[in-house]
């Protein structure tokens, strides 16, 4: 089992930056698939990007160009480079995870089996 902690988000003008962290608890993080998703409100769960174990990532088609994942298995970390963000970028944004190597990119919410609580981006104008 694998425990997830979200860090990072906060309010920010559109346009701006915002970095997300995701903690991993477990040493083995490296043989994992992890992805983020966002939930905005009154809006089903969201596949933002993923990267697998081998390092490939896919993106959302509303986020490619502006963000970009990346993972540190040494430190057991995810990250999420967002930039120009938009009001639409507003959501809950939560990190997931699924054992397994070489996996498939997935945006499919039910196909990852540990989540963190999330944290919150919100972007005014």
């Known amino acids: 089992q694998v425990q997830l902690v979200e860090s990072g988000g906060e309010s920010v003008q559109a346009g701006g930056s915002l970095t997300l962290t995701c903690a991993a608890s477990?040493?083995?993080?490296?043989?994992?698939?992890v992805a983020w998703f966002r939930q905005a409100p009154g809006k089903g769960r969201e596949g933002v990007a993923v990267?697998?174990?081998?390092?490939?990532?896919s993106y959302a088609d509303s986020v490619e160009g502006r963000f970009t994942i990346s993972r540190d298995n040494a430190k057991t970390r995810l990250y999420l480079q967002m930039n120009d963000l938009k009001l639409e970028d507003t959501a809950v944004y939560y990190c997931?995870?699924?054992?397994?190597?070489?996996?498939?990119?997935?945006?499919?919410?039910?196909?990852?089996?540990?989540w963190g609580q999330g944290t919150q981006v919100t972007v005014s104008s």
């Open positions: 477990r040493d083995t993080f490296s043989s994992y698939s």
């Open positions: 997931a995870a699924r054992s397994g190597l070489g996996l498939l990119n997935s945006f499919v919410p039910r196909d990852y089996n540990y």
């Open positions: 990267i697998n174990s081998y390092g490939t990532s």
